[in-house]
């Protein structure tokens, strides 16, 4: 009853496939069709990546994925624009809540309230942090001469070493969570150094106006992808898992499953566009180098669940407060208001991050939506008791995708290979956030790594082309 | 021209099928198999894992992967015995080597000729060390009260914080090279402590005779896998990738490949033995929880490359010098004489480890020879320089290994889900010396977790028959 499995002949051939449909993929996959025939490959039934909307019952859609869009984050603006989609900025106004414990207390902008003592204290955290953050060229995180001291240490050891206050130490710590989706020791000293570099700065990534949390999209991010879908039509292909990649010196064939049906297709170049801890679970051949194996094994994806209460009314904004909140104590730690501009409905968004996130995974939904909503509570009284509607999106439960936002270098990952992260694999070149040196993590660094790896295809089939025609 | 690849219905049902047939799975195996229907599915095309013998043109074999017994490991010199095959002591008679820069000194035992002030100081951190790794319960490493301290850095922040001269910390870190087989930032300080509890302590994991590098077995460990395969006959399949596991209440249907065609076998309950990196590579329905998923993330493997050069004569001993090297410089640290008792020919291994032996594999077979040479040339002098014959074998070019010795637990993973690591998956039962509480990395582990693994099962399917009778 065994089934054939191997080498089914290629159905079609194409100049590039891509592997994908994330906004890096898509994107790819939008520069390159200008010019080549190219298959935009999807595993799962939608495109989109680590971005998604979801509908609530009303109507009103939300943001389940990444969202934000910041100043610096041109290419992103740009493509937003394109798709029609108008931006919004997030609503900020009024106080913002602070939880010291059990302590509550409105402040405005990024630092919460805190006593002097622990307020110079993180300062000097935060800009020694900055200052080190400032000499890292994102180009080359494994070039800085401190880049071996940096990259053996975890970040929790270096916050360790020079931080005087549990209090500062629990603040920088929620703004760690927030901003990687992890705990301080799942990375390295100088991978933070690094993301932070290549968003420009810890203040900007922390920051919402003038900052990465500024900007949203009317309709989700997710209409964007949608329109660069909408526009590739049947090149992009849906519900299909790549499995496996063979190469040879002229081309690469791949096969994929759909609807439990394995086909095969060929293509002279291939761009992945999926997270590191997804590569290594398609079987190429040859094999990919050691090196390459080992430093994928070392770029373990963060992991953050989000959840969002929908509420018949935005009651915070009455008492002049933001929706946004950072407490110390979690397990939410971080609040913000993720109504659209001109709608009624209060939407209130929580990130559970890091272990925490993890450990749910093994709770009941009930049991999890309790919890937050016992911090909703917390933070803004009985009326967060009862929303119309909860929903929540663990991302490493995908199977095809297994964490966000991003993934984190542990230490010795950028010093012990990460300099040749970016460089193709023969015919394979190499997309999505992670290959990013601007905004990694980041929807922006989605693109970046997308233009960049269109940009090397590019160049090598239109060499090919000059050669052939002389 | 697509191909059916889904759900073939299965061919036959087992009790219990085993995924991997290195030592833990052949050893579950076996238990097994005296009671219940089994099968073992392997994916490359011989048994033994990360065990491997090499068979030189002169017909000599040597270990190529896994080869030492110490005291302690019960069950390996119990199974090599019921294996009938004889136990010889490792080379141990004349003087060590040590090799600090430049500057070659002989010494006895396990700790190298060093200044005063250096050998103080790298007593205090061996002694600091071990104190530790005594207080922790290799059942529960995450239960020691300082767990989230220790967990939270990488050994390498302990060491430097913890040592004073740089000569004290290059020879710690020669023996956490080739105890570990990765670099000190690799993995988290309380796993550090963890694997030397498991093992019964630094020093034995460090030493010779008396240690965990005491003996070997005649014709290589991997005869003893090979007599175990002979056993199991049929029931072991070789060349057998598993690529889907689909689980229900009842039992579990696996499909693997062979030959490039696909089948499946049903089973009521599954062991995996295989290394942690390589179960996410496996397609489970349903997916494995979020957290098993995130937690295999951050158990990378370690890197190393085992090299043995052949030479008609064992010149060394000639020189009442025991084969035995610790170098400071490498790229080769650490080399030991593998030359079987009883046998003229002079064999002589070296380790690659940690970051070297993943730069490596990006450098061509001649060009790693040389440098490998170069060393054995500086420890040995001139007649190293011609070896008859030289094997290499980097366990990370192994598309289905990935890296060895065994997985680093990077900062963050024992204290974040480890405690939940060998709990079974529904159906599914954990193996390979990743899962083990003794000698986690050995091949002792690969027994001990196979061993309380078959127990589960075993446990599990009694109880069921039990019920059915009554």
Redesign the interface.
């Given at each position: 009853?065994?089934?054939?499995?191997?080498?089914?002949?290629?159905?079609c051939h194409y100049d590039v496939v891509i592997v994908g449909a994330g906004f890096s993929g898509l994107y790819a996959a939008r520069i390159l069709a200008r010019k080549y025939s190219i298959l935009l490959l999807e595993a799962s039934e939608q495109v989109g990546g680590r971005v998604r909307n979801h509908q609530f019952a009303n109507g009103d859609v939300v943001d389940i994925g990444g969202q934000w869009l910041g100043p610096g984050q041109d290419r992103m603006y740009k493509l937003a624009g394109e798709a029609k989609r108008s931006i919004f900025p997030l609503y900020n106004r009024g106080d913002n809540l602070f939880l010291l414990g059990t302590k509550k207390t409105r402040y405005q902008g990024t630092i919460p309230k805190i006593g002097p003592v622990a307020l110079a204290d993180l300062g000097q955290l935060l800009a020694r942090f900055e200052g080190m953050a400032r000499q890292i060229d994102p180009q080359r995180p494994w070039a800085h001469p401190k880049a071996q001291r940096w990259?053996?240490?975890?970040l929790?050891?270096w916050v360790?070493r020079n931080s005087l206050t549990k209090t500062a130490r629990q603040v920088f710590n929620i703004g760690i969570g927030a901003v990687f989706a992890g705990?301080?020791?799942?990375m390295?000293l100088l991978h933070a150094l690094f993301y932070a570099s290549s968003g420009e700065s810890m203040e900007h990534l922390l920051s919402v106006t003038g900052g990465a949390q500024q900007d949203r999209v009317h309709g989700g991010t997710w209409s964007i992808c949608y329109e660069m879908a909408q526009q590739l039509g049947e090149r992009c292909l849906l519900d299909a898992a790549v499995?496996k990649i063979d190469q040879h010196a002229d081309g690469v064939s791949l096969c994929y499953?759909q609807?439990?049906?394995?086909?095969?297709v060929s293509a002279r170049k291939i761009i992945m566009a999926i997270p590191p801890?997804q590569i290594?679970?398609i079987?190429f051949n040859p094999?990919l180098?050691?090196?390459r194996?080992?430093?994928f094994?070392?770029m373990?994806?963060g992991?953050c669940i989000k959840y969002v209460a929908r509420y018949e009314h935005a009651f915070w904004r009455d008492e002049q407060l933001s929706g946004q909140v950072a407490s110390t104590n979690g397990p939410v730690h971080v609040v913000f208001d993720n109504g659209e501009k001109g709608k009624d409905a209060g939407l209130l968004m929580g990130f559970v991050d890091?272990?925490t996130?993890?450990?749910w995974?093994?709770k009941s939904a009930q049991w999890r939506q309790e919890q937050v909503l016992a911090c909703f509570v917390r933070f803004f009284g009985e009326n967060a008791k009862n929303p119309a509607e909860f929903v929540e999106k663990?991302w490493?439960?995908e199977?095809y995708i297994?964490?966000c936002y991003a993934a984190h270098m542990?230490?010795?990952a950028w010093?012990?290979?990460g300099d040749?992260l970016r460089s193709p694999e023969l015919n394979v070149h190499w997309a999505g956030t992670e290959m990013a040196t601007e905004w990694y993590g980041y929807m922006e660094g989605a693109l970046e790594a997308a233009e960049r790896a269109s940009a090397e295809v590019h160049s090598l089939l239109s060499r090919h082309l000059e050669r052939t025609i002389k």
């Open positions: 009853m065994s089934k054939p499995f191997d080498s089914p002949q290629p159905l990259d053996s240490q975890t929790h050891s360790q705990e301080a020791r799942d390295s499995k499953e609807n439990g049906v394995m086909a095969c801890n290594n679970r079987s094999p180098p050691a090196w194996d080992q430093l094994q070392r373990p994806s992991s890091g272990d996130a993890r450990a995974s093994a663990n490493s439960e199977p297994r964490g542990t230490p010795g010093t012990g290979g040749k």
